[in-house]
């Protein structure tokens, strides 16, 4: 049975500071570079049929390292739209909202090129992500190479859950997960996988 192979790119500098990163095209550290190579002997055993790619360079150049040829992008696969919190810390924006936390209070609106979106709108791109895969399956694995929280959405649709279950999920840079099924229903096959460098 094939599976959905979900990547989430290699290290930033923005998070390696823990700043929220969603439509600002930022490259990958040297860090992140190799951690998008050691990816390569894990995916490598896989027999990937296709790959969809987040626009982001981050992603691009992950998918690139990691020896994932011919991938196409889809754009539902951007990092979800922080708004007005785009480039901040958590620690940055509880000092104006004490006890913020992005699942359940959401974002504020930014400019014209970050918007903002709430956890139910990065739920139906990632539902429209899902329904492609589904649609590619019968060919083999597919993998989506994209970032933390669009994939934590993801792998929560997945599952039948709300968006916001997203949030049980944590995940690393330059990670491996596979989601597949057992007896037909929806699992997680193994989570939060890499060659720690």
């Known amino acids: 049975m094939s599976e959905l192979i979900v990547v989430r790119h290699g290290e930033t500098e923005w998070s390696r500071t823990g700043r929220h990163t969603g439509r600002t095209d930022v490259l990958l550290t040297a860090r992140g570079e190799a951690q998008a190579r050691l990816l390569g002997p894990l995916l490598g055993r896989r027999l990937v049929a296709h790959t969809l790619v987040s626009p982001a360079i981050r992603a691009w150049r992950t998918a690139q390292l990691a020896g994932l040829d011919g991938a196409a992008t889809d754009p539902n696969l951007w990092e979800w739209d922080y708004g ?10 509880r000092l104006e909202r004490p006890g913020w936390y992005l699942w ?9 090129e970050h918007p903002g979106e709430s956890v139910e709108e990065v739920g139906a791109r990632v539902d429209a992500v899902l329904d492609r895969v589904r ?7 597919v993998a989506v190479v994209a970032h933390g929280h669009v994939l934590r959405v993801l792998t ?8 916001a279950a ?28 890499s060659t720690r460098d």
Do not use: K
Not at 84 to 93: C, D, F, K, M, N
């Open 84 to 93: 007005g919190y785009e480039g901040r810390t958590t620690a940055e924006i």
């Open 104 to 112: 359940t209070d959401g974002v504020i609106p930014g400019d014209a």
């Open 135 to 141: 649609s590619m399956q019968d060919d083999g694995d």
């Open 156 to 163: 929560a649709r997945w599952l039948g859950l709300e968006p």
């Open 166 to 193: 997203g949030r049980l999920f944590r995940l690393d840079t330059g990670t491996v997960s596979l989601l597949g099924t057992e007896h037909s229903h929806p699992v997680i096959s193994s989570w939060n996988c």
